[in-house]
């Protein structure tokens, strides 16, 4: 066996030391994330929604604080005159050795990138020194503590319903529940149903991720029943209800349900997790389809679904010949956005400059990207990947494009080689702006699309409203339609939050001459919305006034936003269903009663506690 790929010995002490110190940052960070995980199930106890939010909204940011930290030691301890290319490889090959026994080798390399990258020339990024692929396997890693990554339950000889009882009481919630042996005999009735009336077959079992999902309100069961060669993946929501006490509120299944659970516009979910990749696998099962850098991001680990994200997409360049183009649609005033049409996702590059109407800068614009980024996206705001200094191969532009790249945004753009590299951009899944989907469907004859299409535009606009988002331009083609139909915002430009805005009628003119004026004969501040001024760039489409004043008629008034305006700033958090209504078991009459619903839709709201 050779060994001319590595050192002949592994003798610089210099370089086990930083290997040491990197992979101490990352166990820290990690610790840290951990920690806020186990202390969500406090917060779900108590109900405390606002210090919930607070601690999944700061986590966001531990990682970038741990790497920062680890570089500011390095660069402390270490002149750059000892970090030799020497040094650097075997600090990889030391690091690998640490990680022998490690239960997250996947997110340890990725931290071991981020410290090197900020630490070396970025002409390095791409060698030797970091990690390109993963080395270490993320198979089969055993859990060290008592509680395995997934339980499992063996219903053919306990009886479902006690198995449910069971799932539910061993996650052993420090609350009371209102009527457990009625909603597990209503989970007992939906699990029967999904599993359907095939022979039981003698591997019949449930499995059960250990841990709880935390996000917002909510509390989620995540298993799958399996049966012979077929499983059947479902979840359970556990909410409070009025009076504080625990109910079941309805199980999830099919692929649908499931997918918009874990979409890219929700929040990321608090999951104590001691080995990741682990529950990436079992995730993975339910959804097939989801690429594991989504899986990994909305458990909170961001930054390894860039990664792998980023693998993916050099895995994809690799095996198509397509070129990126300028993306279809109306032409942004901010953004210029090219896509790749065999990927499935849209590149946005800042322009330099912006014509009026736009008084921003491109720092003002980070920020708003980063405020979605912290904020509850409630279904409705797309999440965005933020990189920076990307090497693209300039042969796969069109020249159509690098034109535009060159004129609209030349600070961030470089060429180097045959390589176009661009200093900063986000990248979003695609999706139909919603413009032309209306636009489609009129010139289809399909009102039903455009029905469903102005319901889930303006359904988006209220939850945004329930979540403190304004979105400023309002026009449809910043509004995308996702492979669900859902309707999701993402052009951040110009979002503020609701409690900001002054909501104002126009009032009324004085005389002839203020009516005619091009020119408003009122004052208007920096955060002033009158809402009866929406039609004019909304409803200029006699089908699509027909449907938005038949289902949404409410967002033209500003009685309606102020109102929504003043709960929020009472200390109200309203309830947003990452899933229909009608599947709820406090919807359905015969199952329940009314009390032992939590609140049905956004007209009853919890207070904060």
């Known amino acids: 066996m050779s060994h001319a790929a590595f050192p002949k010995l592994l003798s610089s ?13 990352f166990d820290k960070h990690y610790r840290l994330f951990r920690q806020t995980s186990q202390v969500a199930k406090r917060h779900f106890e108590k109900g405390a929604w606002s210090v919930a939010q607070q601690a999944a909204r700061e986590r966001i940011d531990f990682y970038d604080k741990r790497v920062h930290e680890c570089v500011q030691i390095l660069e402390d301890e270490y002149d750059n005159a000892e970090l030799t290319d020497e040094v650097w490889r075997e600090t990889k090959l030391h690091y690998i050795g640490l990680l022998a026994g490690h239960k997250q080798p996947e997110l340890a390399e990725t931290f071991f990138n981020s410290v090197c990258c900020n630490i070396l020339n970025r002409t390095y990024f791409h060698n030797d020194f970091i990690f390109v692929r993963p080395v270490v396997s993320t198979e089969y890693i055993e859990t060290e503590e008592l509680l395995p990554t997934y339980r499992v339950y063996y219903p053919a000889t306990d009886g479902l319903l006690f198995t449910v009882k069971r799932i539910v009481t061993n996650f052993q919630l420090d609350c009371k529940f209102a009527d457990l042996e009625r909603d597990a005999r209503l989970v007992e009735a939906r699990l029967q149903h999904i599993f359907g009336a095939e022979k039981l077959e003698p591997n019949y079992q449930i499995q059960v991720l250990s ?11 995540v298993g799958k029943g399996i049966n012979g060669g077929r499983e059947y993946p479902f979840i359970v929501p556990i909410l409070h209800n009025r009076n504080s006490e625990l109910i079941l509120d309805t199980v999830l299944a099919g692929l649908e349900q499931i997918s918009i659970l874990f979409s890219f516009t929700r929040a990321y979910f608090l999951v104590d997790m001691e080995v990741p990749s682990a529950y990436v696998q079992f995730l993975r099962s339910l959804m097939p389809r989801k690429p594991r850098s989504e ?26 010949s397509d070129l990126f183009e300028i993306a279809p649609g109306i032409r942004g005033l901010v953004m210029l956005v090219f896509a790749l049409p065999s990927f499935p996702y849209v590149f946005k590059v800042i322009k330099d400059f912006f014509p009026p ?3 921003t800068t491109r720092a003002q614009i980070k920020e708003k990207y980063l405020l979605v980024k912290h904020h509850d996206r409630v279904g409705r705001m797309a999440d965005t990947l933020e990189y920076s200094n990307v090497a693209f191969p300039r042969a796969r532009f069109t020249e159509e494009l690098i034109a535009e790249l060159k004129h609209f945004a030349p600070s961030l753009i470089e060429e180097e080689d045959d390589r176009l590299i661009i200093r900063h951009l986000y990248i979003e899944r695609r999706m139909v702006p919603l413009n032309i989907f209306l636009s489609n469907a009129e010139q289809a004859g399909n009102e039903a699309l455009i029905e469903h299409g102005i319901v889930e535009y303006g359904n988006a606009i209220k939850e945004l409203m329930a979540a403190n988002i304004f979105p400023g331009d309002m026009l449809y083609k910043n509004f995308g339609v996702t492979r669900n139909g859902r309707v999701v915002f993402y052009d951040y430009d110009e979002i503020e939050y609701i409690t900001e805005c002054n909501f104002r009628d126009i009032p009324p003119a004085r005389n002839e001459e203020d009516e005619m004026s091009s020119e408003p004969w009122y004052s208007v501040g920096a955060h002033d919305v009158f809402p009866e001024q929406f039609g004019t760039f909304l409803l200029g489409n006699a089908k699509i ?25 009472d200390g109200f958090i309203e309830d947003v269903f990452p899933y229909p209504q009608h599947i709820r078991f406090c919807n359905q009459a015969s199952t329940t009663t009314p009390a032992s619903c939590a609140p049905p839709n956004l007209e009853n709201l919890q207070h904060d506690e």
């Open 295 to 320: 899986i990994y991001t909305i458990l909170g680990l961001q930054k390894q679904g860039k990664t792998l994200f980023y693998r993916d997409y050099l895995q994809h360049l690799k095996h198509t």
């Open 357 to 359: 109407p736009k008084d």
């Open 13 to 25: 002490q210099i370089a086990f030391d930083i290997a040491r110190t990197m992979l101490d940052g």
């Open 545 to 569: 006034r027909k449907y938005f004043l038949k289902h949404h008629a409410e967002l033209l008034t500003k009685a309606f936003w102020q109102a929504r305006k003043q709960r929020i700033m």
């Open 211 to 221: 841990s709880l999902f935390f996000r917002n309100k909510g509390a989620y069961i």
